[in-house]
């Protein structure tokens, strides 16, 4: 007779012994809101616009990452820095930067086109939006908080210090 | 009839109810707690400690739930097909005894509604009621896989039944009655699981089977039938249907228990009155446990060695159980 073809009891009660050894095992769970798996180090989250030690923006409204962002998400729109009020170092910042994170793929190259380093893809993956306004993150919303020992922008500084847009940088350790 | 005897059958009665009704908020919660270790999760734990408030917030969610009714269904018997299915498994629990007898207030009140002297008959019959709510919900559901959901659970029943009830003749041959708390009492000195080990296995797998558990759960396949009889149940109908499965797996457990393990007794010793419906949950939640624990391992049967497995070999085992316990009786003497 052809059933069973390959169970037999012993099968079985070894399938059995295996479930129930596995109820002793440690759950693999882990409690997501409370408990927070630590992301890799190229994790791609929610972007940022860095500053630099002293406050200034690192964003030069390049829009270079406009350019190369393959979903049209970013917005950059830029002005002229003058001394009395002085936003990035070099000649122009960004005065308005969008990013529509609806749009967003989370691809990097914002990251990779970006000059200055300004903008930063970050481990924060908790996005929820009510709107769709709401997925829009402005500037103000991307820019990180002012360091310590920084001042806020805009600064108002000593003439000829800040004339370079593109600082001096290391190759990428990571 | 003295009026004290209609108050005490009626609290009886409120507290079988009763058990049925807890016995699937929490049977609900205890099988995902069980499969979620067996799965290495923790389970659910998010309503009250340890997830104790789970089935309430269940309940509470499937009431607000729209009550549908699809267009072509046959309302009266869409309507009436849960009730048929939760009926007869409240009501099998009026002959399990949970207990001999206690005094309280100097009045011997007895730990079952009643002892009838064909009690397994009745737990045979009243089973099988069970598959006309199947049919019924398939059948007015108007829907393919609702309709083949009722149809198999039709097809499994009328195969599987025949070694269910096969297999609760070894107890009563033993015990010469058909009494379910003669069938305990006969049980002090030893278990009729070790004598009659082949029908308790008999009566475990058909039991699954009859109560549409995995690995048998045929009529409710999710990846075939999406949900087989009660695809088009919603809010409390689907509830209903729910719970009438949990209350089965309770009452299959209970039978087995009270069958095959000695019911609500301990073997060798005599313990007190009181004690013995614990003693009886105990085996509950272990045969329980069983279940869950099959489900968790076992995948589900091809419809064909289903049939082939409950005629070619259940039936055959089953007889050839019968027919062996009785010669064995008949050479005793």
């Known amino acids: ?76 729109e830029a002005s002229e820095n003058t001394d009395d009020e002085r936003y990035a170092p070099g000649e122009r910042y960004a005065s308005t930067y969008e990013i529509n994170l609806l749009r ?56 000829g210090i800040f004339t370079r847009s593109v600082p001096v940088m290391a190759d990428p350790v990571d | 009839m003295e009026p004290a005897l209609i108050i005490e059958w009626i609290i009886k009665s409120v507290i079988i109810l009763l058990i049925g009704v807890i016995g699937t908020f929490y049977g609900t919660l205890f099988e995902r707690k069980v499969l979620a270790r067996i799965q290495v999760r923790i389970g659910p734990n998010r309503a009250g400690p340890a997830g104790i408030f789970q089935p ?26 849960p009730i048929i299915t939760v009926l007869p498994a409240l009501i099998i629990w009026a002959v399990i005894p949970w207990g001999s007898q206690i005094v309280i207030a100097g009045r011997e009140i007895k730990l079952y509604l009643a002892d009838v002297n064909i009690g397994v008959l009745y737990l045979t019959a009243v089973a099988s009621i069970a598959v006309y709510g199947i049919v019924i919900a398939g059948w007015s559901s108007n829907n393919k896989y609702a309709l083949l959901g009722g149809l198999r659970s039709s097809a499994q029943m009328v195969s599987y039944e025949l070694a269910l009830g096969l297999s609760l003749i070894g107890p009563i041959m033993l015990t010469g009655s058909m009494s379910l708390v003669d069938i305990v009492e006969a049980q002090s000195k030893v278990w009729y699981v070790i004598p009659q080990f082949v029908a308790f296995i008999i009566f475990i797998i058909t039991g699954l089977a009859e109560i549409n558990r995995s690995p048998f759960d045929m009529p409710e396949a999710e990846q075939e039938l999406t949900a087989g009889y009660h695809a088009e149940y919603s809010g409390m ?22 069958l095959f393990l000695g019911g609500y007794r301990l073997p060798f010793i005599d313990i007190p009155a009181f004690l013995e419906p614990l003693v009886f949950f105990i085996k509950i939640l272990i045969l329980l446990y069983s279940i869950v624990w099959v489900r968790a391992t076992f995948p589900r049967f ?3 060695r289903l049939m082939a497995f409950g005629w070619k070999i259940l039936l055959p085992l089953s007889l050839a159980n019968v027919f062996v316990t009785a010669i064995i009786l008949v050479l005793k003497g």
């Open chain 1, 1 to 76: 007779m052809a059933f069973p073809e390959r169970a037999n009891a012993h099968e079985l009660i070894k399938g059995l012994w295996i479930t129930f050894k596995s109820m002793f095992e440690k759950p693999v769970t882990i409690q997501y809101p409370e408990v927070k798996r630590p992301v890799k180090a190229r994790f791609r989250g929610r972007h940022v616009l860095n500053r630099y030690e002293n406050g200034l923006e690192k964003c030069i409204g390049c829009a270079l990452c406009a350019a190369a962002c393959p979903a049209n998400a970013i917005f950059v």
């Open chain 1, 104 to 159: 967003c793929i989370y691809c990097g190259f914002c990251e990779d086109s970006c000059p200055t380093e300004a903008i930063t893809l970050e481990d924060n993956y908790e996005l929820s939006f009510d709107s769709r306004f709401g997925a829009i993150y402005t500037k103000e919303r991307l820019l990180v908080p002012v360091p310590e020992n920084g001042k806020p922008t805009p600064q108002a500084v000593q003439p």
């Open chain 2, 56 to 81: 309430v917030a269940d309940g509470i969610k499937l009431i607000f739930k729209e009550e549908l009714i699809p267009a072509q269904a046959d309302k009266l018997m869409f309507i009436l097909a």
């Open chain 2, 237 to 258: 109908k689907y509830a209903l249907f729910m719970m009438a499965e949990y209350i089965k797996m309770i009452v299959i457990s209970a039978i087995a228990a009270t």
């Open chain 2, 302 to 304: 091809r419809y064909d």
